[in-house]
């Protein structure tokens, strides 16, 4: 079974920094690449960034590569995304998910707004003011 709970989201100014978790089982943390897109009105859907904690690779979305750090706490099941010198363009509702290891192919993958995710958990909402 699947879970994921995202928190974190919230108002900052620009410039301004947030930490957003996503909090899962351990059959999940261990079985699938886990990260975050999002979704902001009018737009298409963007990845942001991911994390296999099984081989350690990494993807970032060009929009937010240098400013957003993902991470993970083997310990806690628990994957963090922290977001530093955040614009208003990055305003949106900010989902978790979680992608099958197998097979899977993150840029690729996280780089297309059409691609579906295996799993995906309810947003939160990261409002950046100017």
């Known amino acids: 079974d699947v879970q994921l709970q995202a928190s974190g989201g919230g108002l900052v100014q620009a410039g301004g920094s947030l930490r957003l978790s996503c909090a899962t089982s351990?059959?999940?943390?261990?079985?699938?690449?886990i990260g975050w897109f999002r979704q902001a009105p009018g737009k298409e859907r963007e990845g942001v960034a991911c994390i296999n904690s099984r081989d350690g690779s990494i993807y970032y979305g060009d929009s937010v590569q240098g400013r957003f750090t993902i991470s993970s706490d083997r310990t806690k099941n628990t994957v963090y995304l922290q977001m530093n010198s955040l614009k208003p363009e990055d305003t949106a509702v900010y989902h978790c998910a979680a992608d099958r290891l197998v097979g899977f192919e993150m840029e690729r993958y996280y780089n297309s707004p059409a691609y579906v995710h295996d799993e995906w958990g309810q947003g939160t909402q990261v409002t950046v003011s100017s």
């Open positions: 351990k059959f999940t943390f261990d079985n699938y690449a």
